[in-house]
């Protein structure tokens, strides 16, 4: 495989370099809320469980962030932060490889879960199809499209949990609602500050983004706001769960450091997206515990 100039050299193997274009850091991210909430809603370790916890691990991420890493090829080459565990720079000659890995992997899965859902899940699948495609894809490209970025990313990690409960065949009642809001929240406020590191890189290269319309400043304090709100959204759950709203703490903490970042300081704030990362491995950790409590009921109880 050839290198482009200022490129950074491949993997030799190419299944690697593909497999890691699917952020292998992330796949828990959305396979784990697919997981719990098709069994919080009612559903069983069972095929459904199987499959769609597989799809949520590994294709859907190679659908998401593949396809992400072959248009965005032009930019990811000039992106110092790509090359490690915030994504590839995916070689050129593997664009097409990828494309097709793509389809391989997620066509079966979705077929699968189309056959094992009714309509209610299967309209639930379609939107968390499209919302990925549409993210990275040419023409659509939500990145591009201040807050509709946003709203589109937070999409990719809410729409495996709404997944999990339409084939569970659960209700979305007011405290569910309250749940995937909170949930949907935190993404909103996460993709956001993730927006901020590449301000001035994404208008050096004439890419719009939340960033790029709101600045640096603004853009981090939205961030706040939207875990805020995400954290006030679950106060609605009925007790311990309540309990859930004081995880997005950890995340408010985070970004409070970059409240008064001005735009020509914008990637210090990715010593902050990279503790992000880290965060969510300790949260879905404290998720755990809490779902557990929930189920089992408070000790002596």
Request: charged share 10%; proline share 6%.
């Amino acid at each position: 495989m050839t290198t482009a100039p200022g490129e950074r050299a491949a993997p030799v193997s190419p299944f690697a370099h593909v497999l890691a274009s699917s952020r292998p850091l992330s796949w828990v991210n959305t396979a784990y809320p697919f997981a719990a909430a098709y069994l919080l809603a009612g559903g069983r370790v069972d095929l459904v469980w199987v499959v769609g916890t597989l799809w949520c691990l590994v294709p859907y991420n190679l659908l998401m962030y593949g396809v992400n890493d072959v248009f965005d090829y032009e930019s990811d080459i000039r992106n110092p932060r790509k090359g490690g565990v915030e994504g590839v720079v995916l070689d050129r000659s593997l664009h097409r490889t990828t494309l097709w890995a793509v389809a391989v992997t997620n066509l079966p899965f979705v077929l699968a879960l189309v056959l094992l859902g009714d309509l209610r899940s299967t309209l639930v699948l379609a939107v968390s199809v499209f919302a990925v495609v549409a993210y990275s894809a040419p023409r659509l490209r939500f990145k591009e499209r201040p807050f509709v970025d946003s709203l589109t990313s937070s999409t990719h990690f809410v729409s495996p949990a709404v997944l999990g409960i339409a084939l569970a065949g659960g209700a979305f009642d007011p405290v569910t609602l309250a749940a995937l809001g909170g949930f949907f929240a935190w993404g909103v406020g996460s993709h956001a500050f993730g927006a901020v590191q590449d301000i001035e890189a994404d208008r050096a290269g004439g890419i719009s983004s939340i960033g790029t319309v709101l600045g640096a400043r603004v853009t981090t304090w939205f961030s706040l706001l939207a875990y805020v709100l995400g954290g006030l959204l679950l106060l609605v759950l009925p007790w311990p769960s309540t309990l859930a709203a004081a995880l997005v703490l950890p995340y408010v903490a985070n970004v409070v450091p970059y409240l008064r970042l001005t735009d020509a300081q914008c990637e210090r704030a990715h010593a902050g997206w990279r503790r992000f990362l880290w965060l969510n491995y300790l949260t879905g950790f404290l998720v755990t515990q809490l779902m557990i409590v929930v189920t089992i009921g408070l000790p002596g109880r």
